[in-house]
């Protein structure tokens, strides 16, 4: 058999279907199939433990708490009003770099199923962006206590407006998952990459300063430039009873709509590539 036979009869093998589009709204179409995985993968990690995923919750609460504690006396924060912003940052804070850390491994720990199981590539980047949000909300509720025991005026209807920026960042979610484990399968040195970019992130990104902190450049650079930081905003302003800006809002939909774009041409052109590089 010629080597083309070969690449074309391995293509209908790995992949049900002929286009990029067809993979991804036939995958989004399969969220019985995605969400099962989330669940399960979630369920494997914490097998034989007694507060299961809640031991996220724990970590973070017991970590929020403690460099609140020291960040309100650093920052001259008021702790009551310090403490509830930095759990709502750190809570999409945590939701966000995690869909990006493991997406470097997206493609990488599913080589077993690219290459014996003919499935559409997308919904390895659904179950990822769904598995992590199922942690999310286990995270929300370190939230919800820390509100009421410190600002319980934070729960009101304004909340209500983190639920479609909760939606922009995990629209955003996939199509990081499908970029990201497509490089990091091609090149396994992005992964390092990507691993010290989220600490420099993380320092630079308002979580546990506020952007108003800064002015001039810097204002321009780590904060109104920053993507990481208006996806945070749009779910964490109205956990913090404030409408998000009209800025951020536009700068989400701009981050989704590129970002869409770029990873819908890069899948399109490599997506039956991806069973070879694994």
């Known amino acids: 058999m010629s080597t083309v036979s070969l690449h074309a009869h391995s293509d209908r093998r790995n992949s049900l279907t002929s286009t990029a589009w067809e993979d991804i709204v ?3 179409f399969k969220s019985e199939l995605w969400g099962r995985m989330a669940w399960l ?7 034989r ?24 006396g650093l920052f001259h924060q008021d702790f009551y009003q310090y403490l509830p912003y930095l759990i709502s940052g750190m809570i999409v804070w945590t939701l966000v770099s995690t869909i990006i850390l493991e997406s470097c491994t997206l493609f990488v720990s599913g080589h ?6 003919r499935f559409e590539y997308s919904i390895l980047a659904y179950a990822l962006v ?9 995270n929300f509720l370190v939230y919800l206590v820390i509100a009421l025991l410190l600002k319980p005026q934070l729960i009101g209807f304004t909340a209500l407006l983190a639920i479609p920026g909760l939606f922009i960042v995990l629209l955003n979610g996939v199509w990081i998952a499908l970029l990201a484990g497509m490089f990091c399968l091609r090149f396994r040195d992005v992964q390092q ?17 506020r952007a108003d902190d800064l002015s001039g450049a810097r204002l321009f650079i780590f904060v109104q430039m920053n993507p990481v930081y208006r996806l945070i905003d749009i779910v964490r302003a109205p956990l913090l009873g404030v409408v998000p800006s009209a800025a951020s809002y536009v700068a989400a939909f701009a981050i989704t709509a590129v970002g869409w774009f770029l990873a819908f041409l890069m899948f399109r052109y490599f997506r039956k590539r991806i069973s070879y590089w694994s």
């Open 41 to 47: 993968d979630v369920k494997r990690r914490y097998q």
């Open 112 to 117: 077993a199923l690219l290459r014996n199981v």
């Open 193 to 209: 990459l990507v691993q010290t970019a989220i600490q420099i992130l993380m320092l630079i990104t308002p979580i546990f300063w």
């Open 49 to 72: 433990t007694t507060l299961g995923p809640f031991w996220n919750s724990a970590t973070l609460t017991l970590y929020t708490v403690a460099v609140g504690t020291v960040g309100a």
């Open 130 to 138: 769904w598995r992590n949000s199922i942690f999310f909300i286990h």
């Open 26 to 28: 036939g995958g989004l």
